[in-house]
């Protein structure tokens, strides 16, 4: 798990290089909510610590270590600036965790690139204020061969 730590920087910033990079994690189940049981499920993978999912703004770091981790139909940022919010983000890398279990760790460029290809802008229910916001698509073939792709 050590190169997960490292700092990658080839003449270039720190996050900016590409790195995709996977591990194959188990599913724990303790949560209902399949983003919250993929992070989770990746940071007991990584560290062998069982904490609460979603415990630390974004901007205080990663959920894991320097990674910040996604899966299918996540919320990428609120508003529709990915690069502003990216700005403003604690982690250095970003981890897609799949539906089986495999996760693709990222740069920012990398999940830049991802996200500019498989998230979609909508927005919040009334309720939660209406709104605009970036989201993940679903998991689909071609998701999971784009990731496949750059590993």
């Known amino acids: 798990m050590l190169f997960l730590m490292r700092k990658l920087n080839h003449g270039q910033p720190v996050g900016m290089e590409k790195i995709m990079k996977t591990l194959k994690i188990e599913y724990l189940g303790n949560y209902a909510n399949h983003g919250q049981d993929a992070e989770q499920s990746f940071r007991f993978a990584v560290t062998g ?44 890398r970003f981890v897609y965790v799949a539906n089986d279990g495999t996760a693709y760790i990222m740069s920012r460029a990398e999940y830049e690139e991802f996200c500019a290809e498989f998230a979609t802008p909508t927005t919040e229910s009334k309720k939660n204020g209406g709104q605009a916001k970036l989201r993940l698509k679903s998991e689909s073939k071609a998701m999971l061969e784009w990731l496949g792709a750059r590993v």
């Not at 959920?63 to 983000?89: E, H, N, P």
């Open 49 to 92: 610590q069982l904490e609460k999912a979603d415990n630390l703004h974004h901007s205080l770091g990663g959920d894991c270590l320097d990674m910040q981790i996604k899966s299918a139909r996540a919320t990428v940022c609120k508003g529709l600036d990915l690069k502003a919010y990216l700005d403003l983000d604690g982690a250095r």
